[in-house]
């Protein structure tokens, strides 16, 4: 009886709302499981004497992390690119294969999906891009990378 009347002060109060519950289980009905109910990561967590609905949960920190290394060689090459980073996989564009004008048009369009789906994008190098979906964190160990520069290139390129 106490508990009832707890409930109407924390219902008058505003601590709890009023409502009633079809599937309310009493405390004493419901079974606790075993104690060492471990799992291993990436395995289902199986319940005693519950359902299995073919769900499985993964620990976030245990994922497949992928990445797709792309040559195109015409735009019509972007789409994959585009579902790569969908399917939240990091992809390396080299550009070397196509003329300026393709090469624009596909990075502008792979640019625009990157950051619709708030993923990152990064120069690696001539012709060389990098773009990751949101999962993925680009960190540069430089400040400076003078190998994009090419008056710093032909500094350690230059025979005297």
Do not use: C
């Not at 289980?25 to 471990?38: G, K, M, Y």
């Not at 990436?42 to 920190?61: E, F, H, K, M």
Request: hydrophobic share 40%.
């Amino acid at each position: 009886m106490s508990a009832d009347v707890w409930t109407k002060v924390k219902t008058f109060v505003g601590l709890q709302d009023e409502y009633e519950d079809e599937h309310h289980v009493p405390h004493e009905a419901i079974e606790e499981p075993a104690a060492d109910t471990r799992r291993r990561a990436g395995r289902p967590a199986v319940v005693p004497g519950g359902r299995n609905d073919n769900i499985i949960g993964l620990n976030p920190s245990v994922q497949n992390n992928e990445m797709v290394i792309v040559e195109p060689r015409s735009f019509d090459d972007a789409l994959a690119v585009v579902e790569a980073l969908r399917n939240r996989r990091a992809v390396i564009i080299n550009l070397t294969g196509l003329d300026t004008e393709q090469a624009q048009r596909l990075i502008d369009f792979v640019s625009g999906a990157t950051h619709a789906i708030d993923g990152n994008q990064e120069r690696v190098g001539e012709g060389i891009f990098l773009f990751t979906p949101s999962n993925v964190v680009i960190n540069s160990l430089q400040t400076e990378q003078p190998w994009l520069n090419k008056d710093a290139r032909d500094l350690f390129w230059r025979v005297k």
